[in-house]
């Protein structure tokens, strides 16, 4: 199993950027996994944001971030990131890290505890 640890929410105004991380405590098979972010904003469901394959050599966004965001991975330092810019009011929401994640369901294998970013209009 992974533990995530996510990093680097916080509040920015609109239009500006922020660069999420997430670390994951079993760096020896952090490679196995898959990995994405989802986000949860209150009163609504979780959604999907992006995901990365295990080596890092694809990559798949929703809709809503596509253009504006960017996930990447470096399996040396067990991590995965989320840089964010050109943040919309909408974006705002708690991020989750996700180990295998499935985008279709909306589920993953094994979640962070997530990192609130706000961002202020």
Known sequence: QVQLVESGGGLVPAGGSLRLSC??????????YAMG???QAPGKEREFVASISRSGGSTYYA???K?????????????VYLQMNSLKPEDT????????PVVREKVADYWGQ????????
């Open 23 to 32: 670390a994951a405590s079993s760096g020896r098979t952090f490679s196995y």
């Open 37 to 39: 972010w989802f986000r």
């Open 63 to 65: 809709d809503s971030v």
């Open 67 to 79: 253009g504006r965001f960017t996930i990447s991975r470096d399996n040396a330092k067990n991590t």
């Open 93 to 100: 929401a708690v991020y989750y890290c996700a180990a295998n």
């Open 114 to 121: 997530g990192t609130q970013v706000t961002v202020s209009s």
